[in-house]
T-cell receptor, first 112, second 114 residues
Framework: QKEVEQNSGPLSVPEGAIASLNCTYS??????FFWYRQYSGKSPELIMS????GDKEDGRFTAQLNKASQYVSLLIRDSQPSDSATYLC????????????FGTGTQLKVEL | GAVVSQHPSWVICKSGTSVKIECRSL??????MFWYRQFPKQSLMLMAT?????????EQGVEKDKFLINHASLTLSTLTVTSAHPEDSSFYIC??????????FGPGTRLLVL
């Protein structure tokens, strides 16, 4: 069974700090990885996608992928209170079906 | 990203009734849409893959006769929860599958069965 693991948190960081969110996955054939942000009571919104090993930066967000270690992370620089949400890691299981397996999410709290 | 709408945004119904949820792709023609369910403080669980013009593909453990999916056009997929019971109360979310393997989610429908 394909699994995506995340620490449920909450992860508390002060405003302006770097928040580091981690995710591991079990299926070695996975090729596509996504981070979604979900505010309470809302549906997920896409933050980042990453397909190759290394770092991918978009504004204050950096996704990091290490396929050998089956590890993907999301760094949020200069964290703001508005970043407080649950961050879901999702892995495309491959095979052309585009089905995503989601982790349980990490709750992030950015404190003033 | 893609724009996906859902209707209704929330619904309360009596046990035993059926509820239809619509998912519309507003800017792309979606041959494939996905239906998810999310219980409180849990992650998204894929229920089924909706395929335009053909039968939906259901995940293991999801009753196809209870959760009816119709994808009659490239912009509309519907999920009908038949004979709803309180344990079906959940947050139902659809997503649109784009060519670059990225899924964009609708705003979700919150169902409460009394």
């Amino acid at each position: 069974q394909k699994e995506v693991e995340q620490n449920s948190g909450p992860l508390s960081v002060p405003e302006g700090a770097i928040a580091s969110l981690n995710c591991t996955y079990s299926d070695r054939v996975s090729q596509s990885f996504f981070w979604y942000r979900q505010y309470s009571g809302k549906s997920p919104e896409l933050i980042m996608s990453i397909y190759s090993n290394g770092d991918k930066e978009d504004g204050r967000f950096t996704a990091q992928l290490n396929k050998a270690s089956q590890y993907v992370s999301l760094l949020i620089r200069d964290s703001q209170p508005s970043d407080s949400a649950t961050y879901l890691c999702a892995v495309n299981e491959g095979g052309g079906g585009n089905k995503l397996t989601f982790g349980t999410g990490t709750q992030l709290k950015v404190e003033l | 990203g893609a724009v996906v709408s859902q209707h209704p945004s929330w619904v309360i119904c009596k046990s035993g009734t059926s509820v239809k949820i619509e998912c519309r792709s507003l800017d792309f023609q979606a041959t494939t849409m996905f239906w998810y369910r999310q219980f409180p403080k849990q992650s998204l669980m894929l229920m089924a893959t909706s395929n335009e013009g053909s039968k939906a593909t259901y995940e293991q453990g999801v009753e196809k006769d209870k959760f009816l999916i119709n994808h009659a056009s490239l912009t509309l997929s519907t999920l009908t929860v038949t004979s709803a019971h309180p344990e079906d109360s959940s947050f139902y979310i659809c997503s649109e599958d784009l060519a670059e393997e990225t899924q964009y989610f609708g705003p979700g429908t919150r169902l409460l069965v009394l």
